[in-house]
């Protein structure tokens, strides 16, 4: 069953602590991507990443790291978390076209939600 | 910058009533544009792209290049479209990356 996979689906830390989501993909898709989304902001792009060993800062990459040592992961570090980092983090993929098949689109996640108290 | 904009973040309507979520955006270069959608507790996916024409689960969008929006559109809503729905800009160079709206919740009513 192709397609991506997220984990954990709920994530807690406190404040100050580093945290990693999971993100794999057995879709061979070249590029991928993490989005932040939050109530009534959308989809924001935190990093993406086109090919292996390659990765591009998004809209709000700060306080957040990536690594793209393998085609199926792209890991998400949350680096000393804070509150405002509280939120629901989808990571999706796309073939070399960059914005998806036809038919599909991006492939998305289930989401990891990340608390920070 | 690219901006994508979806004024409304709650649409309801009655079940049989015509629908149109509005989306506009801003960019210097062509725009490629999409609509994705989010049942409740499923994945976000693709429902239409304006290249493509096409018409899915009833729903079209235009793309007006004048006004600068691609609104989505269906003639009687269905209690299953109750979702929320995302309008998303393709930005080109440097990496082909969606550049995504707010949102709009659509809740259709019986």
């Known amino acids: 069953d192709g397609g991506i996979t997220q984990s954990p689906k709920y994530l807690f830390r406190k404040e100050g602590q580093n945290v990693t989501l999971s993100c794999e993909q057995n879709l061979n898709h070249d590029a991928m991507y993490w989005y932040r989304q939050d109530p009534g902001q959308g989809l924001r792009l935190i990093y993406y990443s086109q090919i292996v060993n390659d990765f591009q800062k998004g809209d709000i990459a700060e306080g957040y790291s990536v690594s793209r040592e393998k085609k199926e992961s792209f890991p998400l570090t949350v680096t000393s978390a804070q509150k405002n980092q509280t939120a629901f983090y989808l990571c999706a993929s796309s073939d070399e076209s960059g914005t998806g098949s036809i038919l599909y689109g991006y492939t998305f996640g289930s989401g990891t939600r990340l608390t920070v108290v | 910058a690219q901006r994508v904009t979806q004024p409304e973040k709650l649409l309801s309507v009655f079940k049989g009533a015509p629908v149109e979520l509005k989306c506009n955006y801003s960019y210097s270069g062509s725009p490629e544009l999409f609509w994705y959608v989010q049942y409740s507790r499923q994945r976000l996916q693709l429902l239409l792209r304006?290249?493509s024409r096409e018409s899915i689960k009833g729903f079209t969008a235009d793309l007006n290049k004048g006004e600068t929006s691609f609104h989505l559109k269906k003639p009687f809503a269905q209690e299953e479209d109750s979702a929320m729905y995302y309008c998303a800009l393709e930005v080109t160079g440097g990496g082909n990356k969606l550049t995504f709206g707010t949102g709009t919740q659509l809740k259709v009513e019986l």
């Open positions: 304006h290249i």
